[in-house]
């Protein structure tokens, strides 16, 4: 049975920081692409930071220059370091892995307050 589980979200001031974590049971995590979504309230969920297995990343320009994703495979944890957040950031964030299928946790949510 495949697990996406994240934790690291919360309250917190603008300007301020958050790393959000997944950890993975039940794939071979070290070959799959992961990702974190993020769906705010009456909007579509976007993709914010995706890693391949070479550690190569790309990121929303919303983001870029203020969002890290990272990955440890011995671990099966992939993270999303937030700094520099916003209160446009507010949002739930979803850990992602995929492969030849698509997985999704249960989400962890943010709230980034002015």
């Known amino acids: 049975q495949v697990q996406l589980v994240e934790s690291g979200g919360g309250l917190v001031q603008a300007g301020g920081s958050l790393r959000l974590s997944c950890v993975a049971s039940g794939i071979q995590f070290n070959i799959h692409y992961m990702a974190w979504y993020r769906q705010a309230p009456g909007k579509q969920r976007e993709l914010v930071a995706i890693i391949d297995s070479g550690s190569s990343s790309n990121y929303a320009d919303s983001v870029k220059g203020r969002f890290t994703i990272s990955r440890d495979n011995a671990k099966n944890t992939v993270y999303l370091q937030m700094n520099s957040l916003k209160p446009e950031d507010t949002a739930i964030y979803y850990c992602?892995?995929?492969?030849?299928?698509?997985?999704w946790g249960r989400g962890t949510q943010v709230t980034v307050s002015r």
């Open positions: 992602n892995a995929q492969l030849l299928r698509v997985y």
